[in-house]
């Protein structure tokens, strides 16, 4: 399984560079196409599609375009079985500040995330 972890973590690196450069086309190479993303605003739990989401990272200005600081990692990694992962990662677009959980599915050789659920902290 420590090929599967560095797959997966490459996977994550490439997710970072797309974050970071506003790069849709990069992001949607380590998503599923059937994957959502979920997230909690003014109380209520809110899904987006993969590419409803790819659509705002390209009419979003990007952390690299602003000069902003990179600060993404990896804080945790769980591998349950021989196609499914689990990634908690952080990672900014300040003034947001991101908390992901990825859930990895190994389909037909390779890694892509299935789901992403995200939490947000605005500081100003």
Not at 22 to 49: C, I, M, Y
Not at 95 to 121: H, N, R, S
Request: with cysteine.
């Amino acid at each position: 399984m420590s090929t599967d972890k560095a797959a997966v973590e490459q996977a994550v690196q490439t997710y970072f560079d797309g974050l970071y450069e506003g790069d849709a086309d990069k992001l949607a190479s380590v998503f599923h196409p059937t994957s959502e993303l979920t997230f909690v605003n003014d109380g209520k739990v809110v899904v987006w599609s993969r590419d409803q989401w790819l659509d705002n990272v390209r009419k979003r200005e990007s952390a690299k375009s602003k000069g902003s600081a990179r600060d993404d990692a990896i804080l945790s990694f769980d591998q349950s079985g021989p196609d499914t992962a689990f990634v908690k990662v952080k990672c900014q677009l300040p003034p947001a500040y991101f908390t992901d959980y990825l859930v990895f599915a190994k389909a037909e050789g390779t890694w892509k995330v299935a789901q992403k659920i995200f939490a947000t902290v605005v500081k100003k």
